[in-house]
């Protein structure tokens, strides 16, 4: 088979282990083009195997291996627990295996008899047979193309439990994207092509199903998937399971969804909703945040519409996320529509809202809505922070395919982003009636004021003989203070630097550094700890920003006679990045972000270096020193799509953003061959 493979090896607690599965992996009929090895357990990670170690003292549970995974540039990759030792084909059949199913192939499977997790049959290594077998879920060691893995880490998981659950939200993801999940056949007469040669090793007092309260984690695990659409194989093909009737002649009902803190203004937006044509099964669902609100419910009470008032008992003050929420479960609609307290709907809304549903069925929609002064908020026809809102969105009551409202204050933006995310892709229909009206309006300059979170992530090789790492160190060192979210320090290391204790002597004596610790690879460079711990960071906050940088100058090649040149360009090229991207006022970045993508500097147009077959880059920001914005970062399709060069990441926001969504912080329009500029044009650089 030509197919290419990597593999994945998670290390937790039983690294006694792990040379007799590299020695498995290694003799496999078809071998790994690429193999990892994952370690965020409670000691130090595996030394001397010959292979990548990606390592991060923040432990990842389940789902670091998942992560880990997306740095593997191979068609299929497989995923091992820490104590599943495989048979020298187990490879090559279950590539066979994917080839006959439509599905991830597993090495157990199960089976939930019950539709809940009261009753089970186990397939695979368990029960022997000569034929796979379709299951709820499949554990212990996965494989699957690695492109699906863009679902599994795009889907939000259970946001309160790490040990459990990677398997239920395979099933899940895969389920939503008509996938399904396989064990393969174990032969009982060919124990080669087996997934695991000696079962369920991880039987000992530390086997995380041991753990008191596992069981119950995975019971609200499962709950979690089923609530948000994921049905058991009983469930899909029970007699009677319930399907969505079409009503061909019936006006589509709307389920409209008023969060509210009790304005006065509530009543012109029930006025407007009065002034619409409403038709049988139409319902108005007002939820106060907080405590019964006596003028609140009496504007409903008085509004001659088919209303209901509730109230959450307690406030939130989550951006109305969770009144929103509340009423989408409460919501018997054939669609959901979203309005604010604040704004009210245009005469003849629904009946343009209808007209479109009757023309498209089935489809969400995105409508125009009119800001203060006239602005229109999309332009283009693309999900983006500024360009979407929730007036705007009139979405089927799907309550699988709905996302989840963000608890900033861009909520809104993060719910259309989520949801669509569980709809195929292109199918959301632009309308360009106007259904709403916006009378506030919100400026950049009011923005300054709200809070913001900033992350870092930054990436060094140590290298041993020279001290320019250490440099970059202490200048970072000087603007640690403003870092007041999370920060990652990836360290590639070989046999040319020096050792992790020796490395964090250096930073900050700060506990809440997360290491991660990945095998130096010259070919790939940064890439190896930047998607990992990007993945680490992902929400769609506005108000959250990430600094990315490495340590630059470092590697020995600069250092020789030959070079000298070339090393007093890196220096003055290092300071004026640092200078421009952490200035004495943070204040100046946050400002930069709060309505763009990125900022950065040495700003490099023209710019064609890229990974074979990906589009040109037509910009970058030269020595890879920059920052992002979550909202815009992380909801574009392809946040974690890096070519496999040592060249990704600073090509990487190129390939995302166009050049004109892009801050330059200093040095705007550079040239390239920067490493040979000359000491005058350096001068002048500096003096400006």
């Given at each position: 088979m030509e197919a290419l493979i990597g593999v994945i090896l998670g290390t937790h607690k039983r690294l006694e282990l792990l040379p007799r599965q590299l020695e498995a992996v290694r003799a496999q009929s078809i071998p790994p083009a690429e193999l990892r090895i994952f370690h965020d357990g409670p000691g130090p990670p595996p030394a001397g195997t010959g292979e990548t170690v990606i390592s991060t003292s923040r432990q990842l549970g389940v789902w670091g291996r998942f992560f880990a995974a997306l740095d593997l540039d191979t068609e299929y990759v497989a995923i091992f627990d820490d104590d599943t030792i495989p048979g020298p084909r187990w490879l090559e059949h279950a590539l066979k295996t994917m080839a006959k199913v439509k599905g991830a192939v597993g090495g157990r499977g199960v089976i939930f008899t019950e539709g809940d997790r009261s009753q089970k049959a186990e397939y695979g290594w368990p029960r022997p047979s000569t034929k796979p077998t379709e299951c709820d879920i499949v554990n212990h060691v996965w494989v699957f193309r690695r492109e699906w893995l863009g679902w599994f880490a795009s889907e939000r998981r259970h946001p309160y439990i790490s040990t459990a659950g990677e398997d239920y939200h395979l099933a899940y993801v895969l389920q939503k994207h008509g996938v399904g999940v396989w064990a393969a056949a174990h032969p009982p007469g060919d124990r080669d092509c087996w997934s695991s040669l000696e079962g369920h090793r991880g039987t000992g007092a530390d086997a995380l199903y041991r753990t008191p309260g596992e069981e119950r984690k995975k019971d609200r695990v499962h709950a979690y998937c089923q609530r948000h659409g994921w049905r058991t194989l009983i469930e899909r093909h029970a007699p009677g399971a319930p399907t969505i009737a079409k009503h061909k002649d019936r006006e589509p009902s709307l389920s409209v969804i008023v969060p509210t803190v009790g304005r006065e203004s509530l009543k012109d937006t029930l006025v407007s909703i009065r002034r619409q044509t409403l038709v049988p099964g139409d319902e108005v669902i007002v939820v106060q945040d907080g405590k019964h609100n006596q003028r609140a419910a009496e504007i409903v009470r008085n509004s001659g519409l088919p209303a209901r008032y509730t109230d959450l008992g307690k406030r939130h003050a989550d951006w109305g996320a969770s009144p929103r929420t509340a009423g989408m479960e409460a919501a018997s609609g054939?669609?959901?529509?979203?309005?604010?307290?604040?704004?009210?709907?245009?005469?003849?809304?629904?009946?343009?809202?209808?007209?479109?549903?009757?023309?498209?069925?089935?489809?969400?929609?995105?409508?125009?809505?009119?800001?203060?002064?006239?602005?229109?908020?999309?332009?283009?026809?693309?999900?983006?922070?500024?360009?979407?809102?929730?007036?705007?969105?009139?979405?089927?009551?799907?309550?699988?395919?709905?996302?989840?409202?963000?608890?900033?204050?861009?909520?809104?933006?993060?719910?259309?982003?989520?949801?669509?995310?569980?709809?195929?892709?292109?199918?959301?229909?632009?309308?360009?009636?106007?259904?709403?009206?916006?009378?506030?309006?919100?400026?950049?300059?009011?923005?300054?004021?709200?809070?913001?979170?900033?992350?870092?992530?930054?990436?060094?090789?140590?290298?041993?003989?020279?001290?320019?790492?250490?440099?970059?160190?202490?200048?970072?060192?000087?603007?640690?203070?403003?870092?007041?979210?999370?920060?990652?320090?990836?360290?590639?290391?070989?046999?040319?630097?020096?050792?992790?204790?020796?490395?964090?002597?250096?930073?900050?004596?700060?506990?809440?550094?997360?290491?991660?610790?990945?095998?130096?690879?010259?070919?790939?460079?940064?890439?190896?700890?930047?998607?990992?711990?990007?993945?680490?960071?992902?929400?769609?906050?506005?108000?959250?920003?990430?600094?990315?940088?490495?340590?630059?100058?470092?590697?020995?090649?600069?250092?020789?006679?030959?070079?000298?040149?070339?090393?007093?360009?890196?220096?003055?090229?290092?300071?004026?990045?640092?200078?421009?991207?952490?200035?004495?006022?943070?204040?100046?970045?946050?400002?930069?972000?709060?309505?763009?993508?990125?900022?950065?500097?040495?700003?490099?147009?023209?710019?064609?270096?890229?990974?074979?077959?990906?589009?040109?880059?037509?910009?970058?920001?030269?020595?890879?020193?920059?920052?992002?914005?979550?909202?815009?970062?992380?909801?574009?399709?392809?946040?974690?799509?890096?070519?496999?060069?040592?060249?990704?990441?600073?090509?990487?926001?190129?390939?995302?953003?166009?050049?004109?969504?892009?801050?330059?912080?200093?040095?705007?329009?550079?040239?390239?061959?920067?490493?040979?500029?000359?000491?005058?044009?350096?001068?002048?650089?500096?003096?400006?």
């Open positions: 054939d669609y959901l529509a979203f309005m604010d307290d604040d704004d009210v709907y245009t005469d003849g809304a629904f009946a343009a809202i209808r007209r479109a549903i009757k023309a498209r069925p089935g489809r969400p929609m995105m409508f125009r809505m009119q800001r203060a002064g006239g602005s229109d908020p999309w332009s283009e026809q693309t999900v983006a922070l500024g360009n979407v809102g929730s007036p705007m969105f009139i979405v089927p009551n799907q309550p699988e395919r709905l996302g989840e409202w963000g608890r900033h204050r861009c909520s809104d933006f993060a719910f259309v982003v989520t949801t669509m995310k569980r709809w195929p892709k292109g199918l959301l229909c632009w309308e360009p009636s106007v259904v709403a009206n916006i009378p506030r309006s919100g400026t950049a300059a009011s923005l300054d004021s709200l809070p913001v979170k900033r992350n870092l992530i930054y990436h060094v090789y140590p290298h041993a003989s020279n001290k320019e790492w250490r440099l970059n160190v202490k200048r970072l060192a000087r603007s640690w203070a403003r870092f007041n979210g999370r920060k990652i320090v990836g360290v590639a290391l070989d046999d040319q630097t020096l050792k992790m204790p020796q490395v964090r002597k250096a930073f900050p004596d700060d506990p809440s550094i997360e290491w991660m610790v990945a095998q130096n690879d010259a070919n790939r460079g940064e890439v190896v700890t930047f998607a990992p711990a990007a993945e680490m960071l992902r929400s769609l906050d506005p108000d959250e920003f990430t600094f990315y940088a490495h340590a630059k100058g470092t590697s020995p090649q600069w250092h020789k006679r030959t070079a000298r040149h070339r090393l007093y360009s890196i220096r003055q090229w290092r300071k004026i990045m640092y200078d421009a991207c952490l200035p004495d006022d943070p204040g100046k970045i946050d400002h930069a972000l709060r309505l763009r993508p990125c900022c950065g500097s040495f700003k490099i147009y023209r710019h064609y270096r890229s990974g074979k077959g990906d589009p040109p880059i037509v910009w970058c920001y030269a020595g890879t020193f920059f920052w992002y914005n979550h909202a815009f970062f992380y909801s574009h399709p392809h946040h974690l799509k890096l070519s496999p060069d040592r060249f990704a990441v600073e090509d990487h926001l190129g390939q995302l953003f166009p050049v004109h969504q892009a801050v330059c912080l200093a040095v705007d329009e550079c040239e390239c061959g920067i490493y040979d500029w000359p000491k005058e044009k350096w001068k002048e650089i500096l003096a400006a």
